[in-house]
């Protein structure tokens, strides 16, 4: 079968799992499933942002971690025994370091690409952080608690680690560059680590180099090898493996080099790329095998405003080289499936990461601040979540103090009960969709009372004077706040580099529509429809806030108001 006829047949599939709308038949539930309850799973089986995935297997047990860049708490744990279904069960990293420099969003910066390895009977993670090298955090339990990061290498702009330890015992740490920090990149380099893998030791040795590397065969032909990145290093059959996707983010393909030494010489080729489906460039991730010996492979998918969400391919070897996915034409380059039989597993329940919360207790672990939060920014009593108004930017991509979690799926309904409680003038609450550009609805304190308010900044560029909506005066400060997201596609112009893949001139966005209740029964839109647009290396996140006004003095901050929220709520 040809590319062209695989996609044909496969069609049918993308309409009803990788672009439709999130339709849930077992309840209202508005979260995405990948789980179809009938031996087959679809494609993505993370719909939320887990950038740069790594996996490991311990016993039975499957755990998954992801890049967290300046978000608080850092580095995600998912947990999951069929590959399939996930729950987010902790964070590695309750502080990003630095502490003091990550008390505002450094978008782009902090925890990149991590890594996660279980030796010893302990979990370990490397993780980078571009402008400061790889540290390290190690726990006896996924759930933690964590250690301390402790610092392995201090080269600028090092980041994608890959721990691997051989048959001898030898430790060996693996990673890439980031061009914006260290002035190189397109480079795979190795060095030793120490015998309890808390330092690296000796040279570096470049063991891959994109530049010098012979084209590869892509499915729009000979392509050289560009922004290799995100190692993983592995051992099978004599054979030194490194996977590494090559390409760029959203046009690229996963690469694999092998070697028989582990310092090389390595040849490469293409083991998948997007062929005759929807998803591109499926980039960075890791191969993990079950105890009955299947191969599977996880990866992500950029998709703009939904960020950077997770696939499961399956995977098997061919003359010792891997193929991922699907493979139509037997050439040993393939595609991403979108559809599949599950792993043959033990049976887990139906899954996803939490979104709901009631907070009765602690706050679900989906919940986030953009950067290093003080100890009084958030609370929890008598079943409210309290939130101070906090001084800081009005634009909510550059204020950190959104509590904010991962988008639940492709398209659902966000509703949250907020209580506002101002004492200053410019105060205001809400529930807010953020990404480079944003939007809110909620209320704001104004010197004849409180009113429902939804403003939106449309466009990302600093100064662009925000849209606001105004509504009705809420003397009791209490309000039902609800958003309703789908997707939009947009056409945007062509990459810089050609060939390109067709998809990379569409991007995936999320139309909003805003609306609140004075009773929690009738829903009135207010504001115009809202597109968005992701963050830096993230998508857009959905949040709630309470702030003070910008020029609230620092000796006045202390005496501010704050907003209690009962619940938040997803539906579809």
Known sequence: MTRSLAWLCLAPLVAAGANAPASNPYGDDGRWFADQRDGSYRNPVLIGDYSDPDVIRVGDDYYLTASSFTDVPGLPILHSRDLVNWTLIGHALSRVLPEDHYRVPRRGGGVWAPAIRYRK????????????????????????????????????????????????????????????????????????????????????????????????????????????????????????????????VKGGWQGVFRSQSITGPYEG????????????????????????????????????????????????????????????????????????????????????????????????????????????????????????????????????????????????????????????????????????????????????????VQVAKVDALPGVPMAVANGPRVPSGRLWLRIHASPVTIGVPPPAFSPYWPSMLKETHMNVMFSYSLDGTDFTPLGAPFQTRPGRWVGTQIGLFAQASSGTPAAVATTVGHADFDWFRISR
């Open 121 to 248: 009977n302990r979990f370990l993670i490397y993780y980078p952080d571009p402008d400061r090298g790889i540290f390290l955090v190690t726990a006896d339990d996924p759930r933690g608690p964590w250690s301390a990061p402790v610092p392995v290498d201090a080269t600028p702009g090092i980041i994608d680690p890959a721990p691997f330890w051989d048959e001898d015992g030898q430790g060996w740490l693996a990673y890439a560059y980031a061009k914006s920090r260290a002035g190189k990149a397109n480079i795979i380099a190795l060095k030793r680590l120490n015998a309890d893998g808390t330092a690296t030791q000796g040279e570096e040795q470049v063991i891959i180099n994109g530049d010098t590397m012979p084209p590869v065969g892509t499915s729009l032909g000979n392509r050289p090898w560009q922004t290799t990145e995100g190692p993983k290093l592995y051992k099978r059959n004599g054979y030194y493996y490194v996977f590494a996707p090559s390409g760029s």
């Open 269 to 452: 080729r293409n083991v998948m790329d997007q062929g005759g489906t929807a998803i591109n460039g499926p980039h960075q991730g890791a191969w993990v095998s079950t105890a009955a010996g299947e191969d599977w492979f996880l990866h992500f998918q950029d998709r703009d405003s939904y960020g950077r969400i997770v696939h499961l391919q399956p995977m098997r070897w061919a003359k010792d080289w891997p193929v991922i996915g699907a493979d139509p034409d037997g050439d040993g380059r393939g595609e991403p499936v979108l559809r599949h039989r599950k792993p043959r597993l033990p049976k887990q329940d139906r899954a996803a990461p939490a979104a709901d919360d009631e907070f009765a207790g602690p706050i679900s672990l989906a919940w986030q601040f953009g950067s290093n939060p003080a100890v009084d920014w958030m609370a929890v009593k008598d079943g409210q979540l309290r939130l101070k108004s906090v001084t800081g930017s009005q634009d909510h991509y550059e204020n950190g103090a959104i509590l904010s979690q991962k988008l639940p799926a492709l398209e659902f309904t966000a509703t949250a009960l907020l209580r506002f409680a101002p004492l200053r003038v410019g105060e205001r609450a809400g529930l807010s969709v953020h990404g480079m550009n944003f939007a809110w609805i909620g209320v704001e304190q104004g010197a004849e009372g409180m009113r429902v």
